[in-house]
T-cell receptor, first 117, second 109 residues
Framework: DTGVSQNPRHKITKRGQNVTFRCDPI?????LYWYRQTLGQGPEFLTY????????KSRLLSDRFSAERPKGSFSTLEIQRTEQGDSAMYLC???????????????FGPGTRLLVL | RKEVEQDPGPFNVPEGATVAFNCTYS??????FFWYRQDCRKEPKLLMS???SGNEDGRFTAQLNRASQYISLLIRDSKLSDSATYLC??????????FGTGTKLQVIP
């Protein structure tokens, strides 16, 4: 399977714990995005990497959230001191930098569903 | 006002009907637009890119109206399998990505 993969698919944690999610993009894609989606809403942009550089961060990304993409391939999203309001689906997407719409198309992974108790 | 707005629906239509969704955007700097389809508890999947001149893919037609700042999606001859949530997306400078809240479509036998 050469699509975007995410691990774990589901995570249940207690409030105050730290969690880390991983995203493996499509191998030739140099752009990687993280989103959060809650029920009845569209995905909300969190952050974006081009290669290993984190170029954009949403105001939604509080100090408890950090993302890395150290080698420009896989990425991790860590949430520290989780709160119940962090419960959501965390989606990762990747795309290829380029000037055409086809190249800008983002392909999504299956997501990690987080439940904070 | 949200940067990308969609009517959340639900749109309940009979099989074979034609249905149209609109999506308005407020950021005139948005450059690229897409329609994604999302099934319940699944990830969004690309349905169509939206070209400035409009484009068609089988039963689906997408239009972009920059003057009025909206994009549209037309689905002809609706199938039961078209039931899903349809998300419009705008991408602006510096890869600023904004999704709409989605429009839910239910095709009824």
């Amino acid at each position: 399977d050469t699509g975007v993969s995410q691990n774990p698919r589901h995570k249940i944690t207690k409030r105050g714990q730290n969690v880390t999610f991983r995203c493996d993009p499509i191998s030739e894609h140099n752009r990687l995005y993280w989103y959060r989606q809650t029920l009845g809403q569209g995905p909300e942009f969190l952050t974006y990497f081009q290669n290993e550089a984190q170029l954009e961060k949403s105001r939604l990304l509080s100090d408890r959230f950090s993302a890395e993409r150290p080698k420009g391939s896989f990425s991790t999203l860590e949430i520290q001191r989780t709160e119940q309001g962090d419960s959501a689906m965390y989606l990762c997407a990747s795309s290829l930098e380029g000037g055409s719409l086809a190249q800008e198309t983002q392909y999504f992974g299956p997501g990690t569903r987080l439940l904070v108790l | 006002r949200k940067e990308v707005e969609q009517d959340p629906g639900p749109f309940n239509v009979p099989e074979g009907a034609t249905v149209a969704f609109n999506c308005t955007y407020s950021n005139s700097a948005s450059q690229s637009f897409f329609w994604y389809r999302q099934d319940c508890r699944k990830e969004p999947k690309l349905l169509m890119s939206v070209y400035s001149s409009g484009n068609e893919d089988g039963r689906f037609t997408a239009q972009l109206n920059r003057a009025s700042q909206y994009i549209s999606l037309l689905i002809r001859d609706s199938k039961l399998s078209d039931s899903a949530t349809y998300l419009c997306v705008g991408i602006g400078g510096y890869q600023k990505v904004t999704f709409g809240t989605g429009t839910k479509l239910q095709v009824i036998p």
